[in-house]
């Protein structure tokens, strides 16, 4: 028995030994150095905290090696004191599931935020939420209804977007001035900006102090807003929640990633607006699409939550290649979502949009953009059937990782601010 150890022991204490070691090591982390710390590239690791079932490798796979704690402001759902401003907050149902995914996190320390107001500490990085509703998302999860109070959670109160915004654009403010958050130059304030409409945007609601907005280490996630009124690379898109998504079985998603055939190579169902007849006109003549234009009755009716899908919609999606992704009423489209779902490929027409978590999703392997004046048929019939597969895959693998639920909301967070460049970074 103790030979046995000692020639173990050689072994393992072996020159030959140790070469093996590192070149496995090597083979499963890369590494290389960039922007003053060490950056790990790895095809099987995923860029944040979570494991998802089905990751795809066309989404960036980049993650940064740090310590960082998540946590939210205390001011309140998450404070103790029964006189906070915040304890008054509403809670829309969108809201609700995105606070407990945060708050679900492996890295969420619950004190931080108190403990550090008091008694900041530059070696500790935090990402930070607002643990008030600053969402002012309208349809989730029942799109188009005339009540809105039906996408409020109970328990909570039900205030209108203007008292919300009384109340809680002073919070921020507060926030991104705080102790806990300037002591560490890279943690960052993520706020969550849900508005279709830019007059209901938290830069023009909160315009008392644009400070806040101009601050280095506040990031505000937009569902809809023109890529040019941001910050480049501070400020995010986010993807809107789907209402009506494809829940693929095993056997779907197996299809997805063998490519197998699908009986449409393009298909959009939605209502006859902004243009769209025109947009669609010369698909809709093409052999083996589906375009159909619905009035509002029969759109709604089809899209409400529980609705009887009597249009075929997510079927028609799950057997599409290619789906239009147009803007809405707004410049973006919770279509977009939902074609995601489906493992189908997102053709989006709108360039001024700024795209969910751009810089951690690369859009261009999962989606097609469409700039004015390109034919829509031209460009999705140049693509080659291995490229159409490894898109599909990456729409998937996107839906499944960030776009899914309040879970991969905070995820795609998380990552696009370990992606940001260090604060005392100098690019020139």
Known sequence: MNSVAARTKR?????????????????????SYQHGQWVVFSPSQPN???????????????????NFEV??????WSSTSTHDAGKNSSRRIVTGE???????????????????????????????????DTCLEMNYPFYGTKDWLVNMEDGYPDRYWNS????NCPL??????????LANPDSRLIILDCSGGSHLHLTKACAGDNSTFQNDQVTVAYISIDKRRVRPFLHTGLPPPAIKYANLSEVERSSVKMCKYRKYL????????????????????????????????????????????SNNYIKILTQSV??????????????????????????????????????????TDCAVLIEPGQDTLDIITAISPDRVCEMQNCALGAWDKYVSSRTGWVRGLIDVALSLPPNNYNAS
Request: aromatic share 14%; no cysteine; glycine share 6%.
């Open 11 to 31: 072994r393992t204490q072996s020159p030959a030994f140790a070469i093996i070691l590192l070149f496995l090591v090597y083979e499963l982390f890369q590494f």
């Open 48 to 66: 944040s905290s979570w494991q998802s079932k089905d990751e795809s490798t066309t989404i960036t796979n980049l993650f940064v090696v740090q």
């Open 71 to 76: 946590v939210t402001t205390n001011y309140g």
């Open 98 to 132: 995105f606070y407990r995914s945060i708050i679900s996190h492996l890295r969420y320390n619950a004190s931080a935020w108190a403990d550090l107001e008091k008694h900041p500490d530059p070696s500790r990085r935090l990402i930070v939420f607002m643990d008030v």
């Open 164 to 167: 919300i915004f009384e109340d």
């Open 172 to 181: 921020i403010a507060r926030a991104s001035n705080s102790p806990a958050l």
């Open 266 to 309: 393009f298909s959009f169902q939605g209502r006859d607006v902004g243009g769209r007849k025109d947009l669609f006109r010369n698909i809709e003549q093409f052999n083996g699409t589906y375009v159909k234009l619905l009035n509002q009755k029969s759109y709604l009716g089809d899209l409400h939550k529980g609705g009887d899908d």
């Open 322 to 363: 290619f789906a239009g992704a147009p803007r809405g009423d707004q410049l973006f489209s919770y279509r977009l979502s939902e074609i995601l779902s489906a493992g189908a490929i997102p053709v989006m027409y709108n360039s001024e949009y700024l795209l969910p978590f751009h810089g951690v999703i690369n859009w």
